[in-house]
């Protein structure tokens, strides 16, 4: 029992390693989606680390939204939607889905959020491609809406149309099934603000593909007028769906379930009715083979593109017809294959981008791609690298202190710390890249100068005598290295709050490499010290 008491800070440190190896191995913590042959992209084989692009291959994409915005302008007598209207009206070559209006954005210096006591600011956005900043300008005092006295249009989109896209990219990629990929926000030292895409053993053209279609998605009703002529009308917008199903595979064909939301129902339901797609107890359409068919279809526009017609089926006519459709307005696309079933699912549940991503080079986007075997090699040189650092600093402190017992602990603590960050990293699922080998290495380093330091101070004035002398040497080594841990945490919190890319990575796991020392390893180290120098034990 005094043993335990004594040595609880290495029983500690000694259970999270056996948290760390089981986050690390289990099966259990394992993918729940394997790829072809049970592997999944970025996932290492052996263990349940995730490898970032860098160590695995695959697809990088970094561009800046295409847009303007103007903060400050005056309308707040007016509905947003009216606003869009008025001032698309006045742009060439832009639609209303091309202008976003918000009232009372917090503005200050282009972002989203103002300092303490700033007044709210309404913002409009344009981000059809080829505007300018006097071009919105100019469309604001036309429709008649100025700016404050404080007012600006620039170049850019807000705050929170970044945040939306990245919301609506990240569903892409997840409806996709892209194995770890990742989609954020980063914003360079100048201030400029980029989407980053990244898509582990996946090629540029696909990545590119789905990330640069802004999916705008319609259900249009194709049916007779009353001149006889066939006309097409939207009877359902993407935010009138409850909910999109994933595509499925049933007897009839492949399908994509769909739930409309109970409001729109009745709508739909009669617009079904008055069209005539639910008075001829189901119907067949030709519509895609023969635009001028004179049947009656349900067609999916994407992008003001006819991808796919539908008929009725008698059982959903009859229920139309009968008003018991409402109370259950669950219906099905059917699709001629798998895929098409994948992308309708795709572009219905992600949503319509608010703004494209500009690839051009003059604007700072960047495409690029790392192949698989590439990635393997970086593999092999982070442990190569790793493991001539771990060689390096135990050379170096078997030749300063010459002493097993001080030298052979402070190793293998050391390594306990990379095991626990490794550990982490598989819990949550981070995805290691080379920022994050370089933390590593650099937690080896900072942890041995604190390993050496406790050291020097216990040893510096010859034999222990006790453990109360031990204690006091050791409180005094501990709050040097406490400072300098301090010292390091505040150095890199900016960097890892701060949307830097790859830095982020690195600060995050140097600052837990660092709090996982001062909270664990180093007490531990300092128990087992004590245990092996002291007379007195």
Known sequence: MVAIRDNWRVILLVVFLLI???AL???TLGPDDPGPGGDVAGQSSATNLQYGLELSGGTRIRAPLVGVTAEGAEFDGDDPRLVEQQVAAQIDGAGPTDVI???????????????PGSAPSNTVEVTAEGVATDDLAAALDAAGYGLSDDGTVREGVTETTRQEVVRILENKINEAGLSGGTVQEVTTAQGDNFILVEAPNQDASSVRGLVSERGTVVIEAYYAAGDGNYTRETVLQQEDFQSIGTAQDGSGGPYVPVTVSEPIAPEFEQSMRDTGLAQQGGTRCTYQADPSSTEPCLLLVVNDEVTNAFGMSPGLADSLRTGEWAGNPVFQLQTTNVSEAQEVSINLRAGALPAQLDFSEESGGTTSFISPSQGADFRTNSLITGIIAVLAVSATVFVRYKDVRVAAPMV??????VVILLGFAAGIGYPLDLSVIAGFIAVIGTGVDDLIIIADEVMAEGEINSRRVFQSRFRKAFWV???AAATTIIAMSPLAILSLGDLQGFAIFTIL??????LITRPAYGDILRSLTTIDR
């Open 20 to 22: 760390s190896v089981f």
């Open 25 to 27: 191995f289990s099966p």
């Open 101 to 115: 209006a918000r009232l009372g954005t917090q503005r200050a210096q282009g972002q989203e959020t103002a300092q």
């Open 412 to 417: 293998v603590t050391a390594l306990s710390e």
């Open 481 to 483: 290295i406490g400072a």
């Open 513 to 518: 490499g660092v709090l996982v020392g001062v």
